[in-house]
């Protein structure tokens, strides 16, 4: 598989977007760790020998600087925005305050992040796949099927699904291809603790994936970061603004 050599992820300390940092790191990529968590991006980037830049990904100003800095070398081949929040509330229970917080961070960082990248990689010579940089953005079930109890993170989701598909076919001549992985549910730190007062238990977590969903259990993050990979690989290269469900079936139940 070729796979990309310098890769920029947002959400890159933790979850799956540590997970997808781990496998292009393992295979010798130059990765790019964006997170506004200084301290585990820190840790995160010694451990799997990447580079932390630490910021918002809500501030278009620092994504460009984030871009620049990844691209310094000449050349970005992936960005994965996997950056988000989730804040477990109904919709009358969402204050103006939870819906600017998760457009800011869900929606505007991905559309920052994909404006910034797509201008770089436009620089770019194709390679000899005729590829010039591949983005895959972190969507989710909720964002096509929602769901109780989040409404603002589904519609932060449905946004993500239209930005990857809109620049998907706008670029998809200048042999840009932008993707969506669509996780179900996962085990990540975001998992355990959205809007718990106690983080969910191990006996929980493996409860709540017996009861859910079809495959009976719930994903590993690696097991959504080896979809990311193959999407940003020119192994996809026939593969463009589409939405990539990785959830054990939960989404045809
Ligand atoms: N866990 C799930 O079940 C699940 C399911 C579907 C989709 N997703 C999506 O997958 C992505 C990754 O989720 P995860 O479960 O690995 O989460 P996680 O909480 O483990 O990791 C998210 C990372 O994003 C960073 N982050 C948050 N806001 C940021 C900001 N404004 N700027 C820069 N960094 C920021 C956090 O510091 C953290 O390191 C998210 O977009 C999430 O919405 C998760």
Known sequence: MTSPTTVLITGGASGMGAATAQLFTQEGARVFIVDRNATLA???AARLGATAVVGD???STFCEHAVRTAAAAGRLDAVVNAAGIILRKGGIDTSDEDWQRTLSVNVSGVFYMCRAA???MLTQTPNAAQQRGAIVNFGSIWGELSGKGALAYAMSKGAVHQITRTFGIEHARDGIRVNAVC???VDTPMLRAAGRAVPLSD???REMGER???LGRLAQPVEIARMVRFLCSDQASYITAAMHYVDGGYSAV
């Open 42 to 44: 820190a840790e995160t």
């Open 118 to 120: 797509i201008r770089q």
């Open 212 to 214: 859910v969903v079809p």
């Open 183 to 185: 996780p179900g549910e």
């Open 57 to 59: 990904v809500g501030d």
């Open 203 to 205: 006996e929980q977590a």
